[in-house]
């Protein structure tokens, strides 16, 4: 029983789980104590985003060298099934077919990336970071799994979808029409309306850039905060005395599957709707004012 209660006193409060799993593996080596600073790199974001990125291509590779021309297996099926769909989704959104030979593949890049890293969130919160501690013999090691559940991250593939609207602005309507419709759309071409014109076109770009990345973070870190909250339940469960333990730890079974099974629908629903605004967004680049 004193150790039992010796235990519950190192434990850390549920504050301090927390914040030690919603802070990143970085190069500091620490907290971040500044929001904005350029000189940190988010060690596991990168790492976790790569290794989701080769697993798609893997998963994707493995089922292509099985494709066959007569009855589909289950894998082949569904990657048909999926191309298809990204491929009538990119149809409706881009006139240009030669732009589709790049974009169409593009968005389903994007979508099974989004939802692998998203997908992350489905292991249990200590897993990974216990594995971690344990390896680099550190108990306060910091790593978190979920790529899409830091704002750099997202912010990075929204600026990348951004940079493809600039090319594509440029490669259609060619540098001197873009800057063109800088200075005259939406208002109208005059000299008046010109600086009002460039502020509004430099809004747009950036409120859907920001939007877009901000919309798939919010989600994924909200996922995982409330994965965490659950997992403080079943925590619970072990230092408390009485009746409660069993009821915290029966609340905690129930509440993570509800969650897990719901959370389903909004990593794939995530991971779309990145990848629809992804087309929208470089569709709009085809079009003029």
Not at 8 to 18: K, L
Not at 66 to 84: D, H, M, N, Y
Not at 184 to 206: C, D, R, S
Request: aromatic share 12%; with cysteine; hydrophobic share 55%.
């Amino acid at each position: 029983m004193a150790i039992a209660h010796e235990a519950a006193a190192n434990a850390p409060s549920a504050g301090e789980y927390v914040v030690h799993h919603l802070t990143q593996l970085n190069t500091t080596g620490h907290a971040q104590t500044s929001i904005v600073d350029f000189s940190v790199i988010n060690l596991d974001t990168i790492f976790f985003s790569v290794a989701m990125g080769l697993l798609g291509l893997f998963l994707m590779l493995w089922v292509a060298r099985r494709v066959t021309a007569g009855v589909p297996g289950r894998g082949q099926a569904a990657l048909e099934i999926l191309i298809e769909f990204v491929a009538n989704q990119a149809n409706s959104i881009i006139h240009s077919k030669e732009s589709r030979r790049f974009v169409a593949p593009l968005g389903l890049t994007v979508f099974v990336w989004i939802f692998l890293m998203n997908s992350m969130d489905f292991l249990p919160v200590d897993l990974l970071p216990s594995v971690w501690q344990w390896a680099t013999g550190n108990p306060h090691a910091f790593l978190r799994v979920v790529p899409t559940a830091d704002l750099n991250g997202t912010l990075g593939m929204s600026i990348s979808v951004l940079l493809l609207c600039i090319w594509y602005n440029i490669k259609i309507k060619g540098l001197g029409g873009w800057l063109h419709e800088l200075f005259t759309a939406p208002f109208g071409n005059h000299p008046l309306l010109y600086l009002p014109n460039f502020l509004m076109q430099m809004i747009e770009f950036l409120a859907k850039t920001v939007s877009h990345g901000m919309r798939l973070f919010g989600n994924m870190y909200a996922g995982e905060l409330l994965f965490m909250l659950i997992a403080l339940m079943g925590a619970a469960y072990g230092t408390s005395v009485g009746a409660t333990g069993p009821v915290l730890w029966i609340g905690h079974v129930i509440a993570g599957t509800a969650w897990a099974i719901f959370h389903i629908l909004i990593v794939l629903l995530q991971a779309f709707i990145f990848m629809m605004l992804a087309l929208v967004y470089i569709g709009q680049a085809h079009e003029s004012h």
